[in-house]
């Protein structure tokens, strides 16, 4: 009897874990063909959107142009051999004079400090022009919205405005008022611009350009709120920035004085670093401290940006 009792309950057992796992197997089936149904159609949508002209113009201005040329673009510096001469012959210079003088390691040394220190200078300069150039493209929009106000066409709103434009967004605005001049659509020419100068904020107005030519409406409107929604985040990251300029000072100072530090011992004095990696213990105190500065940068990065 209760052996049949225990077969019973085994069985019981067995029956509710297949029936759980049916339902499981039904349900599975439901998500596999709701998952692509929906795949389909996402699919579907996105083949149907990069179709339109903005969409291929934006694809094919992801690829061929790197992130140097972007930056002396934003710097305004045009790429000649007379510019490359410039900013290496101070790098070569002192690297040649530590290695005559100090020795092949501190000329190696001063080598990768000034070149770093010239690409530091050079991403200083790019970087207030950019945020100078965001920083005038509210009032750039308010001259279109007048211009559209009192009768005119995008595009003859954007060429005028682009004329009375002050530097250095007058580059930039100049750039796709140029290609929109050479048979190229104005948001096709605004995307390719934006792309070029790494500026989001002008992918946007070019976005409103495109629906703004394709099916009209109160566009004048859109850039208008676009215009004081810009103002509004320049005023808050300036607040911000004013804010935490003591933290992130900081957070300069302790990632790059041990640096500083480190490079000047070794193009000063090269014998203490050679000791240093010459003796087994040296060495892994060298190993310790260069892992110790790695995550001391990335934490003081990391609490610099949450701020």
Known sequence: MQEALVLAGFALVLTVGAVLLWRHANSGARRAASSAFLDNQLKRGRDTAAGT???????????GFSSWDRLLLLAGVRQSV????????????????AWLFLGPLSGAVTFIMLAVLAYFLLWLRADKRQRRMI???PAFLDNIVRLITIGNSMGAAFQTAAATTDQPLLEVVEAAASLSRSAKELDAALVQVSRQ?????????????????RFGGRSDQVLERMA??????????????????????????????????AGFI?????????????DPLGFKMLLTAVFLQLGGCYWLYRMAKSI
């Open 53 to 63: 002209p903005f969409a291929e113009n934006a694809r094919a201005m992801r690829s």
């Open 266 to 278: 070794i193009v000063a004095n090269n014998q203490l670093f050679m000791g240093l990696w010459e």
């Open 135 to 137: 920083s005038q493209l």
């Open 228 to 261: 004081a929604f810009m103002r509004d985040v320049a005023q808050a990251r300036n607040e911000l920035t004013a804010s935490s300029a003591e933290v992130r000072l900081s957070a300069w100072i302790l990632a790059l004085l041990p640096v500083g530090i």
């Open 197 to 213: 100068y790494g500026l989001k904020e002008l992918y946007m107005v070019a976005a409103v350009v495109s629906l703004a030519m």
């Open 82 to 97: 007379g510019f490359y001469f410039k900013i290496g012959m101070p790098v070569v210079a002192g690297a040649i004079l």
